[in-house]
């Protein structure tokens, strides 16, 4: 059964940071390409950030570029988002997932995850 469980969400004031943990069971996690996305009220999900199965290709979303990390440690099948000058705009449920392929480029299109976590919700106070 696959797993993935998220972590570090908070509240935090604008200009601060926050760092997300997605724990990995249950799948090949240092063969999966790994993803962050968020929803904030009222809004479709929506791509933040993506890694591939080795780490060597990131993507981001322009809105968070240069602001947000996202890493992997494959040896504790662990997905990270280090998230910095966080905005009011970046209040969202942030869900992780894993696409069981190994792309080149991580994917960015919701479809072809296959599997979610449940969130966790990150509020950011101006």
């Known amino acids: 059964q696959v797993q993935l469980v998220e972590s570090g969400g908070g509240l935090v004031q604008a200009g601060g940071s926050l760092r997300l943990s997605c724990a990995a069971s249950?799948?090949?996690?240092?063969?999966?390409?790994m993803g962050w996305f968020r929803q904030a009220p009222g809004k479709e999900r929506e791509f933040v950030a993506g890694v591939n199965w080795n780490g060597g290709s990131t993507y981001y979303a322009d809105s968070v570029k240069g602001r947000f990390t996202i890493s992997r440690d494959n040896t504790k099948n662990t997905l990270y988002l280090q998230m910095n000058s966080l905005k009011p705009e970046d209040t969202a449920v942030y869900y992780c997932?894993?696409?069981?392929?190994?792309?080149?480029?991580?994917?960015?299109?919701?479809?072809?995850?296959?599997?979610w976590g449940q969130g966790t919700q990150v509020t950011v106070s101006s």
């Open positions: 249950g799948l090949s996690f240092r063969s999966s390409a």
């Open positions: 997932a894993a696409d069981r392929r190994m792309y080149s480029d991580p994917p960015t299109r919701q479809y072809l995850y296959d599997y």
